[in-house]
């Protein structure tokens, strides 16, 4: 057995991988399952840090404290080398993303018996679109914090690639092989050849015909259906008396997981009292005034995100928005949501098609297209990517576990 893992630290989930003989390679990370949500709460009553399931527990229980989730998101941005404040005190973000891989690597160490000092990180192929250098500090910086809890000989992978070789290692001929990871925070595309004869090889460079993605995932399916359902609710369209528009600052961040806090400011804070008393429907104002007074951002948008979970297998779907005031129970049609992310999917759509150019391989040379990610589930995004290749048969993996799981086998590859 490698001393070595691989770890998917994702933007709204993470997983440990470990190759061991005769067991699954992901190790239980909470309450006997392999994934631990993406998610720090700091319990001011209790002073006390929580993690995953328990974090949003404690939060949703009405806790005072600080919840921190889609932590990925800070790398390759500005926000990156700035700070937040935890019960008074400056905690910069590239500690807390240290807190939350540190914990994963104790949880993995603990369930597992044993020390690891060897790591293959998943990464998006992109972690900024459009800016190479951008993309580069977020690796380093990304390395440096797994070097900083204890890691030594630190390794980067694709995601999508681990996700081909978690999918190599269940079939018996070689197949032609899009992978389409679509995760919390990126949309990530590979076109790979994949089989038994080529599992074994120790480069497979060759093997990999192109890779491709594009800033696009579930935290933004999140946002656009926030803003499509819910936020006209709080006032997000309307107009002060004046004619003016409410600024949206409010609803973006609201609607958008890593900005939430920001809408808690005194300066924010503020400026929204004196918006309710210039609104032209002041009843939407202080909706929002109360929900923002009450700290209540990321419960919606859990709220928001159980509902596009829930529209993946239902034409429709009834929002209970209890923590409203007055409470409401909102219907929302999927038809809604498509519309809503539109042009994202249009987005993911144009990167597959540039993937099979850069590739030169014609869609009906594509044998099997393999899903895997959280957000992958989204009917208009699944539909779309595969009518680009209609021939291809569709294969669902492990949604949250795939890569996890291949970043294990690429780790027990290269540290064994």
């Known amino acids: 057995m490698a001393n070595a893992v691989g770890v998917d630290f994702g933007t709204s989930n993470s997983t440990v991988g470990w190759v061991r003989p005769g067991a699954s390679s992901l190790l239980a990370l909470e309450d006997g399952k392999s994934t631990l949500p993406s998610v720090v709460f700091f319990n001011a009553d209790e002073d006390a840090v929580r993690y995953g399931r328990a974090a949003l527990a404690?939060?949703?229980?009405?806790?005072d404290g600080r919840l921190m989730r889609s932590l990925k998101?800070?790398?390759?941005?500005s926000l990156m080398d700035g700070q937040t404040e935890v019960a008074g005190r400056a905690l910069p973000f590239r500690q807390l993303l240290g807190h939350f891989i540190g914990e994963l690597k104790r949880r993995a160490e603990q369930q597992a018996g044993r020390d690891f000092s060897s790591v293959v990180l998943g990464r998006p192929v992109y972690f900024i679109d459009d800016d190479a250098d951008a993309d580069r500090l977020a690796e380093e910086t990304l390395a440096g914090i797994a070097r900083s809890v204890g890691f030594r000989d630190i390794a980067f992978q694709y995601e999508p690639i681990a996700a081909a070789f978690d999918y190599e290692s269940r079939i018996e001929r070689e197949e032609l092989v899009l992978i389409a990871d679509i995760g919390g925070g990126t949309s990530d595309f590979s076109l790979v050849r994949l089989g038994p004869d080529r599992a074994g090889r120790p480069e497979r460079r060759d093997d990999i015909l192109a890779t491709?993605?594009?800033?696009?995932?579930?935290?933004?399916?999140?946002?656009?259906l926030s803003l499509a359902a819910v936020m006209p609710l709080l006032g997000y369209g309307s107009t002060l008396v004046s004619g003016a528009a409410v600024p949206n600052s409010y609803y973006f961040n609201l609607a958008t997981w890593h900005t939430i806090n920001q809408a808690y400011t005194r300066k924010s804070t503020a400026q929204l009292a004196e918006l309710v008393r210039d609104a032209a429907e002041p009843a939407k104002l202080q909706r929002l005034r109360h929900l923002i007074d009450e700290r209540a951002g990321h419960w919606l948008a859990m709220r928001v995100e159980e509902a596009k979970i829930g529209l993946s297998g239902a034409p429709q779907v009834a929002l209970d928005?209890?923590?409203?005031?007055?409470?409401?129970?909102?219907?929302?049609?999927?038809t809604l949501f498509t519309d809503?992310?539109?042009g994202l999917v249009d987005s993911v759509g144009?990167?597959?098609?540039?993937?099979?150019?850069e590739a030169g391989v014609k869609p009906e040379q594509v044998d099997t297209v393999f899903f895997t990610g959280g957000s992958s589930g989204v009917a208009a995004l699944r539909e779309r990517i595969a009518a680009i290749v209609p021939d291809a048969r569709r294969v669902e993996g492990d949604l949250f576990g795939s890569i996890g799981a291949g970043l294990a086998i690429d780790a027990a590859r290269k540290f064994a």
């Open 58 to 63: 404690d939060y949703l229980e009405g806790y």
């Open 73 to 77: 998101s800070l790398l390759g941005t």
């Open 212 to 224: 491709g993605g594009v800033h696009i995932g579930g935290t933004d399916f999140d946002k656009y």
């Open 321 to 334: 928005l209890d923590r409203l005031s007055p409470p409401e129970l909102l219907a929302i049609e999927r």
């Open 340 to 342: 809503a992310i539109a």
């Open 350 to 357: 144009g990167t597959v098609q540039r993937l099979l150019i």
